[in-house]
């Protein structure tokens, strides 16, 4: 059996627990929402590289200083959900597609309900960011962190995308 380690990290969307194997980040859990990683018995809190490197690249994004992240991963999931996570990966900072767009990009456009329920299985969220897709009239919808998260990530992105770090074209007027 492989030993996990996690930490927790307080971050602008709530405590994050960041869970690693040897190998690689495995979860990110909110502290509040439908997705919460809980510690199991046989876990351990420590440093270990992966989620030391996990830290410094989630508070450089939450800084406005990286738009990709460059981490070793082990997400647990079916073949189906790692494929549909894997196109989460590619859709660029700043943007947002809908879940049948992300359904068409993986081939199988008439799989929209399986690709949301994949999307909502997300167990690395920010890092692979399901939070950029969106509903078909540009809706947000659930998000495993609370939409307030899900609003806070796709508005610090656009701030960045668009060169307003501080907010300013917000407030401005």
Same mark, same amino acid.
């Given at each position: 059996?492989?030993?996990?380690?996690? !930490?927790?990290?307080?971050?602008?969307?709530?405590?994050?627990?960041?869970?690693?194997?040897?190998?690689?980040?495995?979860?990110?859990?909110?502290?509040?929402?439908?997705?919460?990683?809980?510690?199991?018995?046989?876990?351990?809190?420590?440093?270990?590289?992966?989620?030391?490197?996990?830290?410094?690249?989630?508070?450089?994004?939450?800084?406005?200083?990286?738009?990709?992240?460059?981490?070793?991963?082990?997400?647990?999931?079916?073949?189906?959900?790692? +494929?549909?996570?894997?196109?989460?990966?590619?859709?660029?900072?700043?943007?947002?597609?809908?879940?049948? +767009?992300?359904?068409?990009?993986?081939?199988?456009?008439?799989?929209?309900?399986?690709?949301?329920?994949?999307?909502?299985?997300?167990?690395?969220?920010?890092?692979?960011?399901?939070?950029?897709?969106?509903?078909? !009239?540009?809706?947000?919808?659930?998000?495993?962190?609370?939409?307030?998260?899900?609003?806070?990530?796709?508005?610090?992105?656009?701030?960045?995308?668009?060169?307003?770090?501080?907010?300013?074209?917000?407030?401005?007027?």
């Amino acid at each position: 059996m492989q030993a996990i380690w996690y !930490d927790d990290m307080l971050s602008p969307v709530g405590m994050l627990r960041l869970v690693a194997g040897e190998a690689g980040l495995r979860e990110i859990g909110f502290e509040r929402g439908r997705h919460r990683a809980s510690p199991q018995l046989s876990w351990q809190r420590g440093a270990i590289a992966p989620l030391a490197l996990a830290r410094q690249q989630l508070e450089e994004y939450f800084a406005g200083m990286r738009r990709q992240f460059d981490l070793p991963l082990q997400p647990l999931g079916t073949p189906f959900q790692r +494929e549909v996570w894997r196109e989460l990966t590619r859709i660029p900072y700043g943007a947002t597609i809908s879940y049948g +767009e992300l359904a068409r990009r993986i081939g199988q456009p008439q799989a929209v309900r399986a690709v949301g329920a994949a999307n909502g299985r997300n167990p690395l969220p920010i890092v692979v960011p399901c939070h950029r897709v969106i509903g078909a !009239d540009g809706s947000l919808t659930g998000f495993g962190g609370g939409l307030p998260a899900k609003r806070h990530l796709l508005s610090l992105e656009d701030r960045i995308a668009h060169g307003d770090l501080f907010g300013t074209a917000a407030h401005a007027g």
